[in-house]
Every structure is written in C-alpha cells, then in structure tokens.
C-alpha cells in the first residue's frame, strides 16, 4: 500500500501507526473495490458525481463536496469524539466505565451484532444498482450516489471494528460480508428487507424512507452500546443517515406534490395513470411494503437475545438518556398478543420486550413523517391521505408471522389474503406501470421526469439546474 494510506483513507484512528490494521485493510480493500465494480452502481464508474466526502468529524470537515468518480471515493474509518469518562449507560453494569477492547464473553454476540449491523449496508447497494439507468433527473442520481458511497462507507466502518476487534474471525467475517449478496438464493444477505429487489424509484425512496430510519434506529441503540469504539462508530454513521432518510422523505413529498397537481389538471376524476403521473393508491401500497419489511427488522416481540443484549450493555434503547430508570430489572411491558384468533394483552419483562420498545420509538418517527406528507395533500385540497398500517399487517418475523391480517390489523383468512393481498400491495401491474415511467433516464440538468417535481433547493446551496453528475466518459 503505497505512502499516502493516510491520506487516500481519511481517518481519526491513527491508521498510519497501526500496521496489523493497515495490513488486514490492505488484504480487504482490493476485495472491495472488485465487490464495487461488479455489484456496485452499474454503468457509472467513470462518471464523476458531485458528492459529499467525510474527511473528518469536525462540523467543517465531515461534508467537503466536490466532483468525484465513484471508485476513487476516499471511504474514511471516522468515531465520533471521544467522550470524557464515559459510563456504561445501561443494563447489569449501569455505571461502570465502558470498554475499550471486547469482553471475551460478549466477543461472539457483538460480533453477530457488528456483522448483522454491516450486511445491510452492501445489500443496499446491490439491491439499488439498476436505478441509475431510470432516474427521474440528474439531482436525484447524485442522491442515489451519495446513499451508496456512504452505505459503503459504513461497511468500512463495521469492517474497521472486525479487523480491529475480532482477530482472525473478524477478518474472515469481513470477507463474508463480501460474498453474500442480495436476493441470491444460496448466499443471501441477513435480513429479509436486504433481499427484496429495489427496481423503480417509489421502492427506492420508500426504502430510504422506511429502512434507513431502522439504520436510525438501530444505530442509535448501538451508538448506547458499552464497546465504546461500536458507540463512537455507529455515532458518526448516524450523521450521514439523516441525508438518506431526507431523499426517502422529500423524494415521496415531490412525487405527491406532482400527482397532486396532474390530478388538477387533468380534474380529480380522471386517472392520474392515463397522465403519467404515480395514484394515491399505488403510492399507498409501497409504503405498507417498506414499512411492514422495515418493522420486521426490529426482531421478535419477546426477544430473549433483545433482554441479554440489554443485560449485558451491548445494545441500549435509543435516546437511553431520556428514560428515568436504566437497568430495568422488574419493570414490566405491557403487550398485546394474537392468541386463538383473537387480540390480547399480558405483560411481559420489559428486557424481553426491548425490540418492541425500539420498534415504538421507529413508529412514532415514521409517523411524524407521514403527517408531513400528509400536509401536501391537505395543502392541494385533497381529501385523501395516507396512513401507517397496523403493525400487525404483512409481517415476516415475530408473533404476527404466520397470521394474516388487514391495514387496519383485523385478522384474515389466507384465502381472503390471497384474494385482497394487491389492494395493500405492489402488484406485478402496479410494478410493470411504474418501470413503464421511468423506462428512460433524465440526464439533462434541470429537468425532472413528469411522474415527480423538482425538489426546492439544490445539494449544499448549487442551482437545481447544477451538472450533479458528469456522465462523459
Ligand atoms: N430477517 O430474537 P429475535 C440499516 C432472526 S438497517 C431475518 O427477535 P434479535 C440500513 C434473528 O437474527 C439496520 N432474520 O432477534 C438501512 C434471530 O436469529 P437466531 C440494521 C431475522 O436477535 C438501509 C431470530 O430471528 N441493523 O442499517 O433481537 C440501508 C430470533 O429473533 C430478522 C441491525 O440489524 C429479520 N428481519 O434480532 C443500509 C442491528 N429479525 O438467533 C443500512 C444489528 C430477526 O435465531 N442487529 N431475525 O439465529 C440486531 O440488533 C438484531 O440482530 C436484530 C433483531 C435487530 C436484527
């Protein structure tokens, strides 16, 4: 590796004293440059893109812009400041000093933790390859390189843990992360939501809507954790999430801003399709998709792994700081169960029920930002609104797996699922409308395609009409 290691991998860890860490990142960079090219953004690795690069972690150096080829973008290895003193936050050993190096006894299950944590962010990658060639403007497509530069950089950053932490399984945990892939049917990626397609643009700012505010949440428990470098890394991670959550979100505001003023032209009656434009409707049912996919990522109901992380200090809730008692040995959690085809509550220890107290904590936030969506509609007059599903409805893990159940959260026979599924759900013609609009990609500066206005302002104070990104060759 040549003598600006330091330099071509912008970092706060001392890379450049440690040499066991720049061996092992020597041995896995190659590895991952060949993962980018073959399974990274297709089509545009000569392009340079107007992106944002952390250099450092300080309030001027953690978002430098400027034109950029992908492959050549400096993935840095940042941790959030270290904090004086700092105290396990949580848990059986609330107030002890927390670690700098992996408990042996923990060492297997932070590993899975950091592993887990680190599959999603290449999966994303793979799954959103293809957009590219079907954005609707040449602003969005630099958004999508910004997600995915960064998505990358947080594999760097659970790899850093790996190979710093974990010895030799680490290493051969951080080769692995390469070789899984998304939606493949021997290797998947880890989590269910890591393996659906994202083909069409809706999918895509839903899932930065819905799925990267579960990297929100996620990350803010971890960034509780009591392995300070895990806290410190997933702390700094959170700072670039809010970019991508902010896409997911203005992305669907400016589809609904447009189907809302195709609907007035073309008068409320008529069939936003026949205009080129995205119905209420098919809008409605990709986001019972990512979030019910992205409430599945929050585990089981009662989680016997969820109460020992927490007994242990290994994932905290998020925001830990804001509730009145941290070890919270006896409290209780009270939950409502599906039991014999019929709705119940009991109370379960609050530790098992952690990964439902987290999931509460992501549905208040998505609901937040459904109410602003909402405000557009209400802004255009219109009467329709759209609305969370219950909690109960599509969902893959946990108790409801197995049942069937409506938005509204009343149970359904599998017949009558079958039959009413695509009323709640993209269907294969809800799927084929959507790529018929976006068959062609917008590249020209300032122009947006007709399905999605233009947003308000452009990246880091530059005109909409900016060369975002540069496609000659
Ligand atoms: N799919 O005890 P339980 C992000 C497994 S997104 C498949 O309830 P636990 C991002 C589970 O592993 C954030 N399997 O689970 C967003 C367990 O398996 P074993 C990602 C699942 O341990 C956009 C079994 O079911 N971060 O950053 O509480 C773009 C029993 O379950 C699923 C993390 O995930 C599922 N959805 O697990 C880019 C943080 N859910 O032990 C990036 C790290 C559960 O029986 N991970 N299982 O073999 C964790 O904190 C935990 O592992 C989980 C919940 C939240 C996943």
Same mark, same amino acid.
Do not use: L, T
């Given at each position: 590796m040549d003598s600006n290691y330091q330099d071509r991998i912008p970092n706060n860890v001392g890379l450049g004293a440690n040499r066991a860490l720049q061996r092992a990142l020597e041995h896995w960079q190659p590895e991952f440059l060949n993962w980018w090219h073959g399974l %990274? @953004? *297709?089509? =545009?690795?000569?392009s340079s893109v107007y992106l944002r690069t952390a250099i450092s972690v300080d309030t001027k150096g953690w978002a430098t812009f400027d034109y950029v080829k992908m492959p050549d973008y400096r993935w840095g290895i940042f941790l959030a400041q270290e904090e004086n003193d700092r105290r396990v936050g949580f848990g059986d050993h609330f107030g002890q000093p927390v670690w700098q190096q992996v408990p042996g006894e923990h060492r297997s299950t932070l590993r899975r933790l950091i592993v887990t944590q680190g599959d999603t962010e290449p999966a994303s990658v793979e799954q959103q390859r293809l957009l590219g060639q079907r954005c609707p403007s040449m602003y969005d497509l630099r958004n999508l390189f910004q997600v995915n530069v960064e998505e990358g950089r947080h594999l760097w950053a659970m790899v850093y843990l790996l190979h710093s932490y974990f010895g030799r399984d680490g290493r051969d945990e951080a080769e692995e992360l390469l070789e899984r892939q998304s939606g493949n049917r021997d290797k998947p990626r880890i989590l269910e939501a890591f393996n659906e397609p994202i083909d069409n643009w809706l999918d895509f700012f839903m899932f930065t809507m819905f799925t990267d505010r579960d990297g929100k949440s996620q990350l803010m428990s971890l960034s509780e954790s009591s392995l300070d470098p895990l806290a410190r890394t997933t702390k700094f991670m959170l700072t670039e999430e809010a970019h991508h959550m902010f896409v997911g979100e203005t992305g669907i505001a400016r589809i609904l801003e447009r189907t809302c003023q195709l609907m007035q032209e073309a008068g409320y *009656? /008529?069939?936003?399709r026949k205009i080129g434009g995205i119905d209420l409707p098919t809008i409605q049912k990709h986001l019972n998709q990512w979030f019910s996919l992205s409430l599945d990522l929050? &585990? &089981? /109901?009662?989680s016997s792994n969820a109460a020992s992380y927490f007994a242990n200090g290994l994932k905290g809730r998020a925001k830990e700081d804001t509730f009145d008692e941290h070890i919270v040995k006896d409290a209780c959690y009270h939950m409502e169960f599906f039991e014999d085809g019929r709705a119940t509550t009991k109370d379960v220890l609050m530790r098992n029920a952690m990964n439902e107290v987290l999931r509460d904590w992501y549905v208040g936030d998505c609901q937040a930002g459904v109410i602003r969506w909402n405000r557009i509609l209400e802004q255009h007059g219109m009467s329709d609104r759209l609305r969370l599903p219950?909690? $109960? =409805?599509?969902? %893959?893990? &946990?108790?409801? *797996?197995g049942f069937h159940f409506d938005p509204n959260g009343v149970p359904l026979s599998a017949e009558e699922w079958d039959k009413r599924k695509h009323d709640w759900l993209p269907s294969q013609a809800d799927t084929e409308y959507l790529l018929s609009i976006m068959? $062609? @990609?917008?590249? /020209? @500066?300032g122009k947006f395609a007709n399905y999605i206005a233009p947003p308000r302002r452009g990246i880091n104070q530059q005109p909409i009409d900016f060369e975002y990104v540069r496609t000659e060759q």
């Open positions: %990274g @953004p *297709s089509d =545009f690795n000569a *009656s /008529e069939d936003v929050h &585990g &089981g /109901e009662v219950d909690r $109960k =409805f599509h969902r %893959g893990i &946990g108790m409801y *797996s068959d $062609k @990609p917008v590249y /020209e @500066p």
